[in-house]
């Protein structure tokens, strides 16, 4: 079954960087669009970024533009997520996620999640 299992969160003060990893399997990684998303406490889930299936293409949040810099490596099963200029509303759950169907672009329906890490940024 599918499996996308998150890496790289951790308490960074304001200013700093963190690169979050997710390595997934079970799905055909390099025909499949995937997603970051963020969950903080006492909020409901948001998009962060968005990466095509060939890494061509790519979308983020207007909060995170800039700052954010979502890559994949087709090679390992492996998408990015490179957050810089890390701010204290930044802190919340990090998660992964896979589109439905291959080859979509725009991203329409993710289906399948990762557990999540968690990044706090203290001021």
């Known amino acids: 079954q599918v499996q996308l299992v998150e890496s790289g969160g951790g308490l960074v003060q304001a200013g700093g960087s963190l690169r979050l990893s997710c390595a997934a399997s079970?799905?055909?990684?390099?025909?499949?669009?995937m997603g970051w998303f963020r969950q903080a406490p006492g909020k409901e889930r948001e998009s962060v970024a968005a990466?095509?299936?060939?890494?061509?293409?790519?979308n983020y949040a207007d909060s995170v533009k800039g700052r954010f810099t979502i890559s994949r490596d087709n090679a390992k099963n492996t998408v990015y997520l490179q957050m810089d200029s890390l701010r204290p509303d930044d802190t919340a759950v990090y998660y992964c996620?896979?589109?439905?169907?291959?080859?979509?672009?725009?991203?329409?329906?993710?289906?399948?999640w990762g557990q999540g890490t968690q990044v706090t940024v203290s001021s």
């Open positions: 996620a896979s589109q439905r169907v291959e080859r979509t672009w725009p991203p329409r329906e993710y289906n399948r």
């Open positions: 079970g799905l055909t990684f390099s025909r499949t669009s």
């Open positions: 990466i095509s299936w060939t890494g061509h293409s790519t």
